[in-house]
């Protein structure tokens, strides 16, 4: 298919200059628009060739059944649950995802908050501010003896392996699709083994069917007592019910949730919800505003990603070269 000279490209989120700049190269007619509504895409979409998108802007089918001249959707990210991808192949949109790009900043936020546990930093700060003053009870946890368990061993799941293992952590990890473990990061384990096994449970999962409310009672029952979970993938995997449970029962010690079910607007909405409010209020959890993947390193490295990927793409498909 030869693209049509000005192709439009619309992108719905801040993106760094190289990706709006890199478009044009290409040849592309770039509308920038980061605050853009969902009412406003439907009003142009049928004009789109290409839309770039983060998080606030969804395409199940209904919305691509408008997108008559769409060739391609970008995602700076990972998540592509926001997008009927089927759908879209099957109409020859193409699909593009970066998460290469963000990846590594993942990575270091879930090891720092494993470290920050390790240490009772949390903790210790939290009692300290009541003027209370214990040292004995705030003993750390060496790399060397913590076992890290990381289910998902895709892009974000092998760059906290490398980080983790350079630290003398041990490193086990289970992928169910995934059979790459021959990077010398982590040992290849089973669900049971790992969970079984680790001082630290870190998920780096996409969201499906499948993985909807993952960490419930039956997974949280198999993890060893005083275990820390870590969650930087997708807040409902996470029953929040049977969490509490386990917290308010001493079985895990400690959880941080970058995501949660409810963000944005209807995070403070959502307070009105007793189990929602009172796991983030939890004195053994710590949150996030969803930033793991919000560093000023991975804001260009999205960008450069989706655009190496939309230039490929262009020059395979599109014949405009």
Same mark, same amino acid.
């Given at each position: ?23 044009? &190269? ?7 628009? =980061? ?16 839309? *770039?998108?983060?998080? !606030? ?25 926001? *997008?009927?991808? =089927? ?18 900043? *993942? ?23 009541? &003027? ?19 289910? &998902? ?18 490193v086990y990890a289970y992928d169910k ?39 419930n009672d039956s997974f949280l029952s ?36 970058? *995501?949660? =079910? ?14 929602? !409010? ?10 996030? =505003? ?32």
């Open positions: 298919m030869k693209q049509k000279v000005g192709a439009r490209v619309l992108v719905c989120d801040v993106v760094h200059d190289c990706l709006i700049k890199g478009l044009s &190269g290409l040849g592309y007619e770039v509308d920038y628009q =980061p605050n853009i509504t969902l009412s406003e895409v439907d009003e142009c979409i049928a004009n789109l060739f290409g839309i *770039v998108i983060n998080s !606030r802007i969804f395409l199940p089918k209904e919305r691509l059944e408008k997108a008559s001249s769409l060739r391609f959707v970008a995602r700076l990210g990972s998540g592509m649950e926001i *997008v009927d991808v =089927p759908y879209a192949t099957s109409c020859d949109i193409a699909c593009l995802s970066a998460p290469e790009g963000n990846a590594f900043s *993942v990575a270091e936020q879930a090891l720092a908050a494993m470290l920050s546990w390790m240490n009772n930093m949390t903790a210790s700060d939290r009692l300290l501010r009541t &003027g209370s003053w214990e040292r004995e009870r705030f003993r750390g946890r060496s790399c060397q003896d913590t076992q890290l368990g990381i289910i &998902g061993y895709g892009h974000t799941g092998k760059a906290l392996a490398k980080r983790a293992k350079a630290l003398g952590v041990t699709y995934h059979q790459d473990f021959n990077d010398g990061f982590a040992l290849k384990s089973d669900l049971s083994q790992l969970l079984q096994m680790a001082h630290v449970v870190s998920i780096h999962l996409p969201l499906t069917d499948e993985t909807k409310y993952y960490v198999q993890l060893r007592p005083g275990t820390m979970l870590i969650n930087t993938s997708r807040g409902s995997m996470i029953q929040l019910e049977d969490t509490l449970k386990a917290l308010d029962e001493g079985h895990i010690d400690f959880v941080y949730c970058d *995501v949660l =079910p409810y963000e944005g607007d209807a995070f403070v909405q959502a307070f009105d919800d007793e189990n929602f !409010r009172r796991f983030v209020q939890h004195p053994r959890v710590s949150v996030s =505003p969803h930033v793991a993947g919000w560093s000023f390193a991975s804001h260009r490295k999205l960008s450069e990603v989706l655009l190496d990927k939309i230039q490929k793409l262009t020059q395979k498909n599109f014949n405009i070269f």
